[in-house]
């Protein structure tokens, strides 16, 4: 089953809500992360050529390092980083961090690409996967398409999900206090109070929570979204073993960016695992780590992977910026010229048109616009 937007997603680019068809994560898996995320990867090996998408951030690095440590234990080929840098983009630049992790781990094949304006999302990589695949989550597949046609035959790893698993429960206050992970005071327990209300309580507090600042859509279509959102976020359970199992796998955010990720490695004959949201690896540790869960990524990963990495990498808390890379020519120059055409008549009466071309003929758009584009840019494509 392919999973398409709904209309209200497209507004603002993100999916959300509960996907059909996605039974929820029931087994209690014995294990850890780290011998889940290995069982995950080794499979991947064992399809050669196994290539990592390796940006240089602490996930990619983390799944390039298991895979390459166990491939030497397995007598295994070795998997290959491919990294897309973009020189005339700055604060994309990972080099330091890239060369730190693939010189600890003694990796002499690195496949480096490296683009101008061609992962641009209106460029000739993002139409091709349009065409192909039409608007899919997230926004930046098309990112990805010139490292799956590397993987061609073979296998294709990637850190997605290392958001999603480590990220905390918003509603975790109580089981926080009882485990005494935090300090009682006047505001914690105020905090967990407010995440034991009712339903229909929480509700009203998520509304006021959500905080969507996106001028294109109209008035009605936002009221609309943020109701929504609002239900949703309502719905989170109170443990963050109960969330992983019953909300984040179940997602459809995550389920549509592991369609995404499949569809786009199909294309290549290339088989693709995202081991940190694999559903083994999060029945895993919603066992292991149970109703507190993770206890930061930091932690985490220095406690299960500290052996494999450089420990600057585990430390670090910076990250890069592609939003440049993806806003460097060819989207800015279609925008141009676009006069609200290809929405659709449902679309076009929730999005501002002027507001959204407004967007668009600025030097930085909003990413939470670029679906409508994809949708728009579609829509325009001479047929083949």
């Not at 780290?34 to 799944?63: H, I, K, N």
Request: net charge positive.
């Amino acid at each position: 089953m392919t999973r398409r937007f709904t209309d209200l997603e497209l507004l603002w680019t993100v999916p959300y809500g509960r996907a059909d068809g996605v039974r929820d994560l029931t087994a209690r898996v014995p294990g850890t992360l780290r011998s889940a995320v290995e069982d995950v990867v080794l499979a991947a090996l064992r399809r050669p050529p196994c290539v990592v998408s390796f940006s240089g951030g602490r996930d990619s690095s983390t799944v390039l390092a298991v895979a390459t440590t166990l491939a030497r234990r397995e007598g295994l080929p070795l998997p290959v980083p491919v990294t897309n840098t973009f020189p005339r983009v700055p604060s994309s630049d990972e080099g330091r961090w890239q060369e730190l992790v693939v010189r600890h781990l003694g990796l002499r094949e690195w496949t480096r690409l490296r683009f101008t304006d061609e992962l641009d999302v209106g460029g000739p990589v993002a139409q091709d996967t349009l065409r192909r695949l039409g608007v899919c989550a997230p926004f930046n597949l098309h990112f990805h398409a010139p490292i799956a046609a590397l993987a061609a035959g073979g296998s294709l790893l990637t850190g997605v999900g290392g958001d999603e698993l480590f990220s905390p429960v918003a509603r975790l206050t109580p089981y926080r206090l009882l485990s005494r992970a935090w300090r009682v005071d006047r505001r914690t327990a105020r905090t967990a109070a407010l995440d034991l209300a009712p339903r229909p309580l929480r509700v009203r507090r998520c509304l006021r929570r959500v905080d969507l600042r996106y001028g294109w859509i109209r008035p009605d279509a936002l009221r609309r979204l943020r109701t929504d959102l609002a239900r949703w976020e309502a719905t989170e359970p109170l443990s963050w073993e109960r969330t992983v199992r019953h909300r984040v796998w179940p997602g459809r955010r995550l389920q549509m960016h592991r369609e995404g990720l499949d569809r786009l490695g199909a294309l290549h004959d290339a088989a693709v695992e995202n081991p940190f949201c694999a559903p083994s690896v999060l029945a895993a540790t919603a066992t292991d780590w149970g109703r507190v869960g993770p206890r930061g990524r930091t932690r985490e990963l220095r406690a299960q992977f500290g052996d494999l990495l450089p420990a600057d990498l585990v430390e670090r808390s910076t990250k890069s910026s592609f939003n440049a890379a993806f806003w460097s020519g060819p989207a800015r120059a279609w925008a141009r010229g676009w006069t609200g055409d290809g929405l659709g008549p449902t679309l076009a009466g929730l999005v501002d048109v002027e507001a959204l071309h407004r967007e668009w003929s600025s030097d930085d758009p909003d990413p939470h616009s670029f679906s409508l584009l994809h949708t728009a840019l579609l829509a325009s494509a001479p047929q083949r």
